[in-house]
């Protein structure tokens, strides 16, 4: 937050603050462009294709390559959607006070949207290191593609067009995004957002009384951050998903493919996580702190605070396991069909499923053991000195 | 009771390490009400949670019927807080997302306490059981805040500034019903205060100045919080 002088509200720190969205971005790009140039270079030299077997072989690839940019990029591109409206209602809680003050002072919603539109600054670093990560990838890529010689040797070339849509415009489009969401959460009487109103509006219902307090401060936490609830199914999803995924590509595909999937799915499932933990836990620090001072144990308020994500986590895992492998059947049956040496059956691979699922639980519950003790070192006084 | 012998806390380090409390010794009797007046930065508030458990001391020692502050772990002075503090800021620090009576309940809790309805009734906020705070006005808040805190049975109540944010008519109010609570269940009381005439009320009056304790005097004369000046 800047001086009230300043017109801009959000400074460019605040905007590469948003790092998960910077690696979203990155992975979605990475991933995209390289399958694309991969996809235009092919389609140059589609003359010299020959033969039946390879014909079939270069179709193959097209599709695969379609396929692997739309579902991964797609997928990325709406969590970053999802991250990014996330980021703004929490930037816009999290500073009502001096939100509220600007706008008390008679700043306009729009001069204060404005500055959120260097969240477009953190797409852009994302997709410019995802752009150049592709490029250092691409010789690799294209060598392990073609690996039985079937097509002719290429090598990577610059298509502009390529980078305008993968790195211009999702920045240009996503300062779009930042400033018009951000007006819409603006609207809304500064005294709300002095109060803190805003935070709590529609949050607040008074439901049924639970067995004792650690549940029923368990499910008002749910309810106050709908969207992490989002956030930790789509981390396990994601987990879930392409860890799984990953050992089938390498069999079906290739070890490159396999490996690539993996470190995606690592990295988006960790990202997400820890933005959603740690929003967790800010959003929560005052209340942990007091029931700290109160003489609940570390152990309470880990139950009471993050226990209540446990379902959402193993429901999204369980989904991520479903939808990889529907995924990977019709991907077999269309792409691979034609193909010989790959089998065109795909069928459940459960001991992969269950290695995965430990990981996850031991993964999973770790993570959350770490949180829950960073509460016991929680400075108590902190609290008094706001 | 509370015997706390030659008390120091620094702050910083290096050149930047300032002496908080320096030496500060007292005696302070079961049911006593204590009150801690003093320059804004004469150490107060660092006293008082010293003496509660939320911030350890440097040197010195802390004594609750023979038990050592000082020495406790973390998981220790937790159960302490548990078994015997409660707090009541300036601030109130509601549960933002939780109605009057989950707040409450939050304290009573501790103290499988399932009769802390009448705590609400007791302050007036019998009719706003279902309010959440952000509905609530400054002074009622702090009724909330200590209906929460007399919820858990406490032994020893700490209150650091509790009618600093509310206007005269509202924090005499919030001060009658704390004193009301204080002679009916006859906790021990520790309050800071900047207000020099709030002392009437006490039975035993600190006054603090560079972190070491300038005055110590009881209070024969012992007035309610409507016959005090503001
Ligand atoms: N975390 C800290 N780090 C450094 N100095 C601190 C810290 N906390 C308090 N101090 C310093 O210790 C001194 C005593 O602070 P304390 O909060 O106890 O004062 P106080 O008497 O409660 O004042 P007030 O009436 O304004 O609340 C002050 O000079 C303050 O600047
Ligand atoms: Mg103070």
Redesign the interface.
């Known amino acids: 937050m800047r001086s009230v002088g300043d017109i801009m509200v959000v400074g460019l720190k605040d905007g590469f603050k948003m790092f998960g969205i910077s690696i979203m971005t990155c992975c979605a790009v990475t991933v995209c462009n390289m399958f694309m140039n991969y996809y235009l270079d092919l389609t140059a030299v589609e003359n010299l294709v020959t033969g039946e077997y390879a014909r079939a072989f270069y179709d193959a690839q097209l599709m695969n390559s379609k396929v692997v940019c739309s579902v991964s990029g797609g997928c990325l591109l709406a969590t970053t959607v999802i991250m990014l409206f996330f980021y703004i209602g929490h930037y816009i809680n999290s500073h009502g006070m001096e939100i509220g003050i600007l706008k008390a002072l008679g700043y306009s919603d729009i001069k204060i949207a404005k500055g959120f539109s260097v969240f477009g600054a953190s797409v852009f670093s994302g997709c410019i290191v995802g752009y150049l990560l592709s490029f250092s990838l691409m010789p690799k890529f294209y060598e392990l593609q073609n690996e039985e010689g079937l097509l002719p040797d290429i090598s990577p070339n610059f298509h502009l067009p390529l980078f305008l849509w993968t790195v211009i415009a999702p920045a240009g489009f996503f300062a779009l995004i930042a400033v018009g969401h951000s007006l819409i959460k603006l609207k809304q009487p500064c005294v709300n957002l002095l109060?803190?109103?805003a935070?709590?509006k529609g949050?607040?219902r008074?439901v049924k009384?639970k067995k004792?307090?650690?549940s029923?401060?368990r499910s008002?936490?749910l309810?106050?951050r709908k969207t992490l609830v989002f956030f930790i199914a789509f981390s396990s999803f994601c987990f879930g998903t392409m860890i799984q995924m990953s050992s089938s590509m390498r069999e079906l595909s290739s070890d490159m493919m396999g490996i690539m999937i993996f470190i995606i799915g690592i990295a988006l499932a960790f990202t997400t996580l820890y933005i959603a933990l740690t929003a967790v836990i800010k959003s929560n620090l005052?209340?942990i702190t007091?029931?700290?001072?109160?003489?609940?144990?570390?152990g309470e308020c880990k139950r009471s605070v993050l226990d209540g994500y446990r379902p959402a986590a193993y429901i999204g895992f369980l989904i991520g396991s479903v939808y990889q492998y529907i995924l990977l059947k019709i991907m077999v049956e269309i792409v691979f069909s034609e193909i010989e040496g790959i089998p065109a059956e795909f069928n459940f691979d459960f001991p992969v499923f269950f290695i995965v699922l430990l990981s996850f639980i031991i993964i999973y519950e770790g993570i959350m053991l770490i949180y829950g003790s960073g509460m016991?070192k929680i400075p108590?006084?902190q609290?008094?000195s706001? | 009771m509370i015997t706390v012998k030659n008390l120091t806390k620094y702050y910083g380090t290096g050149d930047n390490k300032f002496k908080a409390l320096d030496g500060v010794s007292v005696n302070i009797n079961e049911g006593d009400f204590v009150v801690i007046l003093g320059a804004s930065g004469s150490g107060k508030s660092t006293f008082l949670n010293v003496i509660s458990g939320l911030e350890r001391p440097d040197g010195g020692n802390i004594d609750y019927d023979g038990k050592k502050l000082e020495n406790m772990n973390e998981r220790e002075l937790t159960e302490f807080r548990k078994n015997n503090t409660a707090f009541i800021f300036q601030q109130y620090y509601l549960l933002p997302h939780l109605n009057v009576d989950k707040n409450v309940k939050m304290g009573a809790a501790l103290d499988k306490n399932k009769d802390y309805k009448k705590y609400i009734e007791a302050v007036g906020l019998g009719d706003k059981i279902k309010k959440f705070p952000s509905e609530l006005s400054g002074g009622e808040q702090q009724r909330v805040s200590i209906a929460r805190a007399l919820a858990k049975n406490p032994k020893v109540l700490f209150l650091d500034e509790p009618t600093g944010a509310l206007d005269e008519k509202t924090g005499r109010q919030i001060l009658d019903y704390i004193i009301k609570l204080h002679k009916e269940q006859g906790f021990t009381m520790i309050m800071v205060t900047h207000n020099q005439n709030i002392a009437e009320t006490a039975n035993k009056i600190i006054k603090m100045n560079s972190g070491k304790i300038t005055e110590m005097h009881e209070n024969k004369n012992i007035k309610s919080a409507y016959e005090i000046g503001w």
Do not use: H, Q, W
């Open positions: 109060k803190g109103i935070r709590t949050k607040n008074n009384d004792n307090f650690i029923d401060m008002s936490v309810r106050s005052k209340n007091m029931m700290r001072i109160f003489g609940y144990s570390a016991r108590l006084k609290i008094m706001e």
